[in-house]
C-alpha cells in the first residue's frame, strides 16, 4: 500500500517568508510526528499527534513553528517568517497506534528546505 | 533527558567484512532500542527493534542487534557487508510509554569493493 507521502519534496523560499509543508500519512495511522533532520542538531523531534488528543509541542523550536492535523489525517507544519537556520529536512511519520513508541514509525521521504 | 551516542560519524568496510556500528545510550532504565537505515534522499527505514525479551534481535537484511544493559549499548553487526548496505545508519531510543524518537547522530556506512 501507499507509505507515508510529503510535498513539496524540495521548497527553497527567501528569508522572512512563511512555508507550509504537507504530511499524507498511512491511511489508518492515528499517530503522525514532525522531525527535522539538519547537518548541525541531527535529527529531532518536532511534534506529534495522536488522535484526537492535545499534540506535543514540546520539540518545536520556536513560536514561528506551528502544525495542524485536519481530520485526523492530513498534517501542515507551517514555518512563519522563515530564517536560514530553518533550513533542514523535514521529515514527516507516522504509526498505526502509537500509544507508545513501540509501533514502528513508519517515514516519509521528507522535504527539503531553503531558506536563502 | 535521554541521549544516543553512536561512535563514529563514519565507517568504512570491505564488502565481505563485519559490519559493526556502536551505538551507546544513557537511560538509567532500559528504553526501547530502535535502528534506522537511511538510503540517499530517502526517509528512514527500521531495520530492527529492541523493546522486551530475547535481548538478539535479528532485522532485515541480515542485520541483528544485541541489548546489553551492563553496558547501555545496543550495536548493530552484519557478517558480512554487501554494497548495497551503504547508507546512513541511525540508532534511536525512547522511553518507555513515550511516544517520540531520540536519535544518534548517524553513521554513514561505506562499502568499499
Known amino acids: 500500500g501507499a507509505g507515508v507521502s510529503q510535498s513539496p519534496s524540495n521548497k527553497v523560499t527567501e528569508k522572512g517568508k512563511d512555508v507550509e509543508l504537507r504530511c499524507d500519512p498511512i491511511s489508518g495511522h492515528t499517530a503522525l510526528y514532525w522531525y527535522r533532520q539538519s547537518l548541525g542538531q541531527g535529527l529531532e523531534f518536532l511534534i506529534y499527534f495522536q488522535g484526537n488528543s492535545a499534540p506535543d509541542k514540546s520539540g518545536l523550536p520556536s513560536d514561528r513553528f506551528s502544525a495542524e492535523r485536519t481530520g485526523g489525517s492530513v498534517s501542515t507544519l507551517t514555518i512563519q517568517r522563515t530564517q536560514q537556520e530553518d533550513s533542514a529536512v523535514y521529515l514527516c511519520a507516522s504509526s498505526l497506534n502509537g500509544r507508545t513508541s513501540r509501533d514502528e514509525q513508519f517515514f516519509g521521504p521528507g522535504t527539503r528546505l531553503t531558506v536563502l | 533527558a535521554q541521549s544516543v551516542t553512536q561512535l563514529g560519524s563514519h565507517v568504512s568496510v570491505s564488502e565481505g567484512a563485519l559490519v559493526l556500528l556502536r551505538c551507546n545510550y544513557s537511560?538509567?532504565?532500559?528504553?526501547?532500542l530502535f535502528w534506522y537505515v537511511q538510503y540517499p534522499n530517502q526517509g528512514l527505514q527500521l531495520l530492527l527493534k529492541?523493546?522486551?525479551?530475547?535481548?538478539l534481535v535479528k532485522g532485515i537484511n541480515g542485520f541483528e542487534a544485541e541489548f546489553k544493559k551492563s553496558e547501555t549499548s545496543f550495536h548493530l553487526t552484519k557478517p558480512s557487508a554487501h554494497m548495497s548496505d551503504a547508507a546512513e545508519y541511525f540508532c534511536a531510543v525512547s522511553d518507555r510509554g513515550a511516544q517520540k524518537l531520540v536519535f544518534g547522530q548517524g553513521t554513514r556506512l561505506t562499502i568499499n569493493p
Open positions: 537511560s538509567s532504565v532500559p528504553p526501547y
Open positions: 529492541y523493546t522486551t525479551g530475547a535481548t
